[in-house]
């Protein structure tokens, strides 16, 4: 098992930014690929953004490409999202993920095996 806490989340105005924290514990976490989902109100949940188990390889969906980088640090435990020029079609609960390391990069919620139990962020315009 594989528990995951996010932090980090809040209300901001439109063009700030946010730091969200995934901190985990139980299995090695350099075992597994992480990523950040989000689901705004109203709709699907989403991928937004995915890193290697060594943080050599990101991804990200077009609508956060530039704005918003994702990052770990092993020895932490933890995986970040650092998200700029916030827009209000930004807000949502966001969730990080893990997945085995075969399925890096994977936008399917389905190859994660655990979840953290989301924060919120909501940008206001």
């Known amino acids: 098992q594989v528990q995951l806490v996010e932090s980090g989340g809040g209300l901001v105005q439109a063009g700030g930014s946010l730091r969200l924290s995934c901190a985990a514990s139980?299995?090695?976490?350099?075992?597994?690929?992480m990523a950040w989902f989000r689901q705004p109100p109203g709709k699907e949940r989403e991928f937004v953004a995915g890193?290697?188990?060594?943080?050599?390889?990101?991804y990200y969906v077009d609508s956060v490409k530039g704005r918003f980088t994702i990052s770990r640090d092993n020895p932490k435990n933890t995986v970040y999202l650092q998200m700029n020029s916030l827009k209000p079609e930004d807000t949502a609960v966001y969730c990080c993920?893990?997945?085995?390391?075969?399925?890096?990069?994977?936008?399917?919620?389905?190859?994660?095996?655990?979840w953290g139990q989301g924060t919120q962020v909501t940008v206001s315009s």
């Open positions: 993920a893990a997945a085995p390391s075969y399925r890096t990069g994977s936008p399917s919620a389905n190859e994660y095996k655990f």
């Open positions: 139980g299995r090695t976490f350099s075992n597994y690929a």
């Open positions: 890193i290697s188990w060594d943080g050599g390889s990101t």
